[in-house]
């Protein structure tokens, strides 16, 4: 194992996690990132109906093992499914803040709770909360992390409150699906694709930024392409994942997702996708649950970042440039910045 802090800082600006396994932020730290399940334990499936057979399948297996089952709620296709097949009483978690970002969600999650007899809780997200919460999830993730994660768990030690001893979540579905349009869509260039998914660019906020192409290179094709599929399949699934993973660890409550069992049996059909029907086959098992409904558009689980980091000036430490443009920066980007900030503060040697 190798500790390099300018390394892991550009790696955590760049795709919001370290992507090489042997690198550290320090001496006796160890990050953890998610294992895929490989393919050859993954179910096929080629209609909608599948998917609503084995999540059937799934769903009563965890019965077996537990009484209490809960839900991570949103008010997009994906928990809505999975909410279906949950038992009449099950707690179901959404998030709320004052900043308005979740009303749209909490509207469709109360109707998703409605229907199949779910007992609905509205968690906070507030300020307050990233700062309780963060140096709880980054002290077990030995790095910064993704905003998500400290809602999460709060969420996760609520539902253990509420005697939940296994929460559900669908956060895989976009990965699996197709769901991620605006990204594998496009016909990309290697360097415009390096561009577009980079979150933050380190040269832009570091005074030693390292340069993170080399996570890019192994999925080049040709002279100026690049495999975009398998880039996601390997990379963003990790991201992505290891912040559920790591968020119900600290707060010891075990989480399970029905979608990352499945696999397409047949080829993402591209024209679907560019023409308005991503997660054409999930938008099918939507459908099916709630014919009543108008399939929501898709939208990734909102974070009150926008409004919480509106004005803060920006990081001070000599880690970070004091001439970045905060003014062009999102609200998850700002959110980075502050949580790498705090991260060194609480663990810099």
Same mark, same amino acid.
């Given at each position: 194992?190798?500790?390099? &802090? ?18 550290? *932020? ?17 179910? $096929? +499936? !080629? ?29 997009? =296709?994906?928990?809505?499914?999975? #909410? ?20 749209? %969600? ?5 109707? @998703? ?40 768990? &709060? ?9 939940? /001893? ?15 349009? !605006? ?10 694709? +390096? ?8 040269? $832009? ?18 002279? %100026?392409?690049? %495999?975009?599929?398998?880039? =996601? ?10 912040? @559920? ?7 010891? $409550? ?10 397409? #049996? ?6 679907? +996708? ?14 099916? &649950?709630?014919?009543?409904? /108008? ?9 009150? +970042?926008?409004?919480?980091? &509106? ?6 430490? !000599?880690?970070?440039?004091? %001439? ?9 980007? !700002? ?11 609480? *663990?810099?040697?």
């Amino acid at each position: 194992m190798e500790a390099n &802090k300018d390394f892991c800082l550009s790696s955590y600006m760049a795709f919001r996690y370290i992507w090489r396994d042997d690198m550290n *932020f320090y001496k006796g730290f160890r990050h953890q990132n998610y294992q895929a399940i490989p393919d050859e334990e993954r179910i $096929l +499936v !080629k209609t909608s109906e599948d998917i609503d057979l084995q999540i059937h399948n799934q769903v009563a297996k965890l019965y077996e093992q537990y009484d209490n089952i809960g839900i991570l709620l949103s008010g997009g =296709m994906d928990s809505a499914n999975l #909410a279906a097949y949950l038992k009449p009483g099950s707690h179901a978690y959404t998030f709320v803040s004052d900043t308005g970002v979740f009303d749209a %969600d909490v509207e469709r999650a109360r109707k @998703y709770c409605q229907k199949f007899g779910l007992q609905h809780h509205l968690v906070e997200i507030t300020f307050d909360d990233y700062k309780r919460y963060a140096p709880i999830v980054m002290a077990r993730k030995f790095a910064p992390v993704h905003s998500i994660e400290a809602q999460i768990y &709060k969420a996760a030690i609520m539902a253990k409150k509420d005697g939940v /001893e296994m929460i559900l979540t669908g956060e895989s579905a976009d990965l699996v699906f197709g769901g991620m349009d !605006k990204l594998i869509s496009p016909e990309w260039t290697f360097d415009a694709f +390096v561009k577009r998914y980079t979150f933050l660019d380190p040269a $832009l906020v570091l005074t030693q930024p390292v340069s993170q192409t080399a996570c890019f290179e192994p999925y080049r094709r040709g002279s %100026d392409g690049i %495999d975009v599929m398998q880039f =996601m399949d390997d990379i963003f699934s990790i991201e992505s994942s290891s912040s @559920y993973l790591n968020a119900f660890g600290a707060a010891q $409550l075990p989480y399970y997702d029905p979608y990352a069992k499945l696999k397409m #049996a047949d080829p993402l059909d591209m024209n679907r +996708v560019r023409n308005g029907e991503p997660k054409y086959l999930v938008r099918g098992l939507y459908a099916m &649950k709630y014919p009543e409904l /108008e399939i929501p558009f898709k939208m990734p689980m909102p974070r009150p +970042v926008d409004a919480i980091f &509106k004005g803060w000036g920006g990081p001070k430490r !000599k880690e970070f440039r004091q %001439d970045i443009p905060m003014a062009q920066l999102t609200g998850n980007q !700002k959110w980075q910045l502050w949580c790498a900030e705090l991260f060194l503060d609480l *663990f810099d040697c």
